[in-house]
């Protein structure tokens, strides 16, 4: 691990260790109560999540069309971190929406477009696992159907009906209660950094790896 | 021919919409009401430890095994290039 790398995890490490004294002084929610303070963690998973899948596709677009082998590295690490927050945000919505809703679980188009959308990457790291030769151009194909999903599952919530909050949320909520989700938010994109940037490592070393046994075959 | 076909298939679509119009109004089987009977709601609290508890054990679990992989690959990548010196 580079020293920067190191930094930003240490950080990251002491923004979320701080994260429970944040979210306990923000006031309760007059309908949901305390229940909604799930959304501090909740949030910031999902646009992770989304992120994860974008910079997945961007990735996934370089390596196909501009042949840029590295970049298949940058993709299926973002690929990885698509399926670890989508399981944040498909575990920790449900919970929150038992209390809030009454419910674990409804098909609507934003919760139903979130699941396709997690397994669209889970299926992309079978592939990239198991799928032998050539498996990182159809993954790469993959990435790029997951990321066409995102702009479709932001919107969802303003154009299908649903008990799920919409995107005016955010902007409008009160500063007791923005100062720890924009707290909560920073520290999650601190962690998906540093956590890009060490599996993207792990995957070019790997790489190297793959490169030096071939050179000793050859030789 | 035809038009009896579309006839056919215009009763079989109006049939269970005029079976639902038709229902008598509920019979009064569930009796609504305004407070919340004790011992019915749902607490907070273990659904909140759930939802952090999950996401903190998965996360060091995670930053766990890159650590090891990452350590695993660059100790051969070492011994791979000192090899080839």
């Not at chain 1, 993207?200 to 070393?205: G, K, S, V, Y």
């Not at chain 2, 076909?5 to 229902?23: D, E, V």
């Amino acid at each position: 691990m580079t020293r920067s790398t190191l930094v930003m995890l240490a950080l990251a490490a002491g923004m979320f260790a701080l994260a429970p004294w944040m979210i306990n002084a923000a006031p309760n929610e007059a309908t949901m109560g305390l229940v909604y303070k799930i959304y501090f963690f909740h949030m910031p998973s999902a646009w992770m999540f989304m992120v994860a899948a974008i910079a997945s596709g961007i990735a996934s677009a370089r390596f196909l069309f501009l042949k840029r082998p590295s970049a298949d590295g940058w993709a299926l690490a973002a690929g990885e971190l698509a399926v670890l927050f989508g399981a944040f945000t498909l575990v920790t919505g449900p919970l929150w929406a038992r209390k809030a809703w009454g419910v674990w679980w409804v098909w609507d188009a934003r919760l139903t477009s979130s699941l396709m959308l997690f397994m669209i990457f889970v299926a992309y790291l079978l592939l990239r696992k198991y799928g032998g030769p050539g498996s990182d151009k159809l993954g790469a194909g993959m990435a790029l159907f997951g990321m066409a999903n995102v702009p479709f599952i932001y919107v969802s919530v303003n154009y299908w009906r649903t008990f799920h909050p919409l995107t005016s949320v955010v902007p409008t909520l009160p500063v007791e209660m923005g100062i720890p989700l924009w707290y909560c938010v920073t520290a999650f994109t601190l962690l998906f950094i540093v956590l890009l940037r060490m599996r993207a490592r792990l995957e070019h070393q790997r790489a190297r790896v793959e490169a030096l046994y071939l050179l000793e075959d050859e030789s | 021919m035809r038009l009896r076909s579309l006839l056919l298939c215009g009763c079989l679509i109006a049939m269970p919409i005029a079976a639902t119009a038709a229902q008598p109004p509920p019979s009064g089987d569930f009796v609504p009401v305004d407070e919340t009977l004790p011992g019915e709601q749902i607490p907070a609290l273990p659904l909140i430890a759930t939802a952090y508890g999950f996401i903190w054990v998965v996360l060091l679990g995670y930053v766990w095994t890159i650590g090891r992989r990452l350590q695993k690959v660059e100790s051969e990548l070492a011994a791979l290039e000192s090899r080839g010196k």
